[in-house]
């Protein structure tokens, strides 16, 4: 399917106006902010992870997989298509969701909900995972024809991707379109958000938002029983005229595709200079309202963006440069190995992950090391400015985040030896690219400041160096 269709379901072949309060927009909050998307893993394992891994590493949210009932299925967007608003699907039930929640609180890790507020399920009739029967555009005791957009193109379809009208009022890929603009659908799309943060949910991704207008999805928020600690909306932007993320800025966060499409040029073949200044990047958020990312689900099956396969280590250090970067709030994708772009979770959906990588079919990201130990880095540095910036060559750059951290990454194929400056203070520092601190000694490279703040490093070929006070002997 083209990347036009940018939403949890791309890749799905089978297929008034009330007044309301207005949203408060959600931005950053301070301390622990890197999001793992936990794609396709069921509940108890995402608890587990919590409790092992996640939680002691430093990352602040795990975005995990849509709670509702949905059609039947082993590819991965069943997922996507809604047949009703109970909590309970193969990645577990109610009670292991709320269960999952609270666990991963007790690890000091909040729990992110993708919420699909645009459309119900794409194929004709069947029943759901957890039994209710639907015909389209009729789910019964929810939704009955008249809650639906009908566009008059073939189909309903979507034809012409340029048009916002089409765009937010006529069918993706045969998905049911929520008519959104009516108090009935926004009161139930309410409910539905509600329940989530009944069972103790603390942020939410709004899928497919930009197939459904910016004003609607203010109603809905503004009916919330309470803030989400973090909003993010995924908005996909081709750079062709239409539907704009600025337009959802004023509800919170909006997920940077343009950050994540610039990351695979930059490593490929247009250089790393860019990064010095993202936000005066014309037409692109600002960082304060984007969400970055290297890859998501859909972006590494159409290799729009960089992923886990990509060659010269890009996709390690797309990941550092992401984390090291003071631009956005970051995402990091844990997914598992697939043959067909359809292809469902390995395992009977539950995720497992051993040292620094993924067992049993899963490739669990999050826990490579350049990757963890920059989630380390990033919580660091915190809002600390980029100071320092060097870059003398178009693969080459290196900057500090005020006086506690510095990285420099080098994306060419051969050694980068230099004398760096910083404004760290003078000791030894374990490279957290390499390695991190155990038992007061580094398990990878260690790095000297000395007193002027400099330090001599030979950064080999497409690798990188980071060190920060709290990785300081």
Known sequence: MTRLISLGSLAALVTLAVAAPTSVPVRRSSGKDVIIQMFEWNWDSVAQECTKFIGPAGYGYVQVSPAQETITGDQWWTDYQPVSYNIG???????????????????????????????MAGIDSGSGTSGNTFTHYNYPGIYESKDFHYCGTKNNAIVDWTDPHQVQFCQLVNLADLATETEYVRQKLAVHANDLLSLGVDGLRIDAAKHVPASDISNIMGRLSRAPTFITQEVYHSGSPGVQPQEYTGIGNVQAFQYAFAMKSAFEKNGLAMFQNLDNQQGWLSSSSANTFVANHDTERDDSTLKDSSGSNGYKLAHVLMLAHPYGTPTVLSSYQYSSSSDGSPNGHFGTCEGNGGTNGWRCQHRYTAIANMVAFHNTVGSEQMTKWVSPSSQRIAFGRGSVGFVAINNEDSAWDATFSTSLPAGTYCDAVSGSVSSGKCTGTSITVDSKGSFKASVSSRNAVAIHVGSKI
């Open 89 to 119: 699907n193969k990645r577990g039930t109610r009670d292991q969701f709320r269960n999952m929640v609270d666990t991963c609180h007790r690890a000091g890790v909040k729990v992110m909900a993708d919420v699909i507020l645009n459309h």
